[in-house]
């Protein structure tokens, strides 16, 4: 399995720290709103790197934090005439819902900052006691960028190019215009906890250097964000995390490309944004994580409504092709001609997507290559079905159509097939009544009904096959017909 790593810019051969073992960490968010789709489409991004790593036989442990405590989260509850605390549970639950609904993998831990205040209290101390941190007089603590003599390593930049543009504000009282906050003292109305500098807060990037070593042990193997979050925020991950430990901090760094809108990124700031709950309220999970994965995660992915209806059809085509293959094998003719050869071709063409899948995502997880395969065999099955009419090789119908729903699974992505036990039980109740039918079934008594329909039509009964179209219409159901024979389908 290749991984760019984008501390180095290049894809390299992934060797767990641990044989078997991966231990990974993404960044979660600040919880003061919802969120929208562009931190979605990181959040999906890892959640599949996670799928796949585990569908490679990792036993991987997944950590992600909540920023719940931060000057936005304050922000936005002194506008509502909340606490801080109000606005962040709110917002913390409502992220997990909505993770839930677009199938995320909740992760294995999820610590919160406002739990973790010890842990980095401790590691702040450790830094001061190491000359790489020094606290001011109003009670912040500042990270002294200068002294980690590695600082840049993460984002590849210079301490020099940022010396640039760097500048200490008014209510600033650092040493150099590079160094960061890793505490930040108590001013009225804030939240804050005591510590050896007074009441005060955790900086951003000190949380989660803090809770990576606590939870997971540094060095870990991957450590993932929007690409947005690589400097400043990991660079000063990885700055707290070397000068506090000596140890390497992270071996893969990985990072997502932005979703836009109109070839902007999306961000609350930009107010360009659509929340990830208004667009699951509308739109199914699966088409938006198909719509996600078919751009490799870390180019910008375009988001429209137009591209979401496109996923949405997709979806259906590719659920459409399963119910035909399997439906079709589940009703071969008796003492059909089974054509042999294009039976084997459909196993062979099911074989290819299969490899073609497993190499793609082996390949720093190109999801939108590992799907195109998957799209070029539901081609492949569709010819297939129309060629063998009713005469289809039930082994190569049942295989094939079951590597789709794996492929499909390992994303994280359900196709909507609509089974035959999707029909309405009053299906048996309307069999009874129009062809006397008298099982409890509603497989057969779907037969029962078409086999009654067929029948009246070969009698050229266009009254009788007709009625038995219109009561089906009244339950919401149609007659389909198919090269395989007619069946009945939800409308
Ligand atoms: P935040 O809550 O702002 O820290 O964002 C949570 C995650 O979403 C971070 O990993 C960000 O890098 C990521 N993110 C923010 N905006 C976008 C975007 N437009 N596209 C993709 N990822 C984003
Ligand atoms: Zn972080």
């Known amino acids: ?53 585990i569908a490679s036989g ?27 605390e109000e606005v962040a549970s709110e917002f913390s639950d409502a992220f ?23 842990p980095m ?76 500098w007074g009441d005060g807060r955790p900086g951003w990037h000190t949380e989660c250097a803090a809770m990576v070593h606590r939870y997971l042990g540094t060095p870990i193997d991957i450590h993932g964000g929007g690409g947005d979050l690589a400097f400043p925020h990991h660079e000063n991950e990885c700055a ?34 659509y929340t990830l709950k208004e667009v699951l309220d509308e739109h199914s999970a699966p088409a938006l994580r198909l719509l996600m994965l078919q751009t490799h995660y870390r180019s910008p992915l375009d988001f429209s409504y137009e591209r979401l209806e496109g996923a949405e059809n997709s979806l259906a085509r590719i659920a459409t092709a399963v119910e035909n293959l399997r439906w079709a094998a589940n009703h071969v ?23 073609e899948f497993e190499a793609q995502m082996n390949d720093d997880f190109n999801t939108a290559g590992a799907l195109a395969a998957y799209f070029n065999l539901v081609t492949e099955a569709n010819t297939y ?39 309405p039980d009053e299906l048996v109740g309307l069999a009874a009544d129009l062809v006397g039918f008298e099982g409890d079934g509603i497989e057969a008594a779907a037969e029962a009904l078409l086999a009654a329909r067929a029948e009246a039509r070969a009698a050229k009964d266009w009254g009788r096959a007709d009625a038995i179209r219109d009561r089906l219409n009244e339950l919401g159901l149609m007659v389909e017909d198919t090269n395989a024979g007619a069946r009945i389908k939800r409308a």
């Not at 640039?164 to 001013?187: C, H, M, Q, S, T």
């Not at 893969?252 to 944004?273: A, I, P």
């Not at 699974?409 to 029909?423: K, M, S, T, Y």
């Open 58 to 84: 990792y036993e991987v442990t997944f950590a992600q934090n909540l920023t719940d405590v931060d000057d936005k989260i304050i922000n936005r509850a002194n506008e509502q005439g909340r606490t801080s």
């Open 333 to 355: 003719e008796e003492g059909a001609a089974v054509d042999e050869q294009a039976a084997q071709k459909l196993i062979a063409a099911t074989e290819a997507a299969s490899a």
């Open 240 to 273: 707290q995390a070397t000068c506090c430990w000596h140890v390497p901090f992270v071996n893969t760094w990985m990072h997502t490309g932005m979703l836009r809108v109109d070839g902007e990124k999306m961000s609350k700031s930009l107010g360009n944004f």
């Open 385 to 423: 079905l129309e060629q063998a009419a009713g005469a289809v090789d039930e082994e190569a119908a049942v295989v094939c159509a079951a590597s789709i729903m794996g492929a499909f699974a390992i994303l994280g992505i359900e196709v909507p097939i609509r089974e035959a036990l999707d029909l």
């Open 1 to 53: 399995m290749r991984i760019y790593n984008s501390q180095v810019r290049e894809k390299r051969e992934f060797v767990p720290i641990e044989e078997g073992k991966v231990r990974m960490y993404v960044c979660g968010p600040t919880v003061y709103d919802q969120i929208h789709i562009g931190n979605a489409r990181t959040f999906l991004s890892f959640d599949v790197i996670r799928r796949w790593l």
């Open 121 to 196: 209290i401790a590691m702040i101390k450790s830094l001061i006691e190491q000359g790489h941190a020094y606290a001011v007089d109003n009670g912040d603590v500042y990270f002294a960028v200068r002294s980690d003599e590695n600082y840049g390593e993460v984002s590849g930049r210079k301490i020099d190019d940022l010396m640039v543009g760097a500048r200490i504000e008014e209510n600033e009282d650092k040493r150099d215009p590079l160094d960061f906050a890793l505490w930040k003292g108590a001013k009225p109305g804030e939240p804050s906890w005591p510590s050896p």
């Open 96 to 118: 997990i819902e909505q993770m839930r609904r677009f199938n995320i993998m909740d992760p294995d831990i999820r610590p919160r900052a406002t739990k973790e205040i010890g």
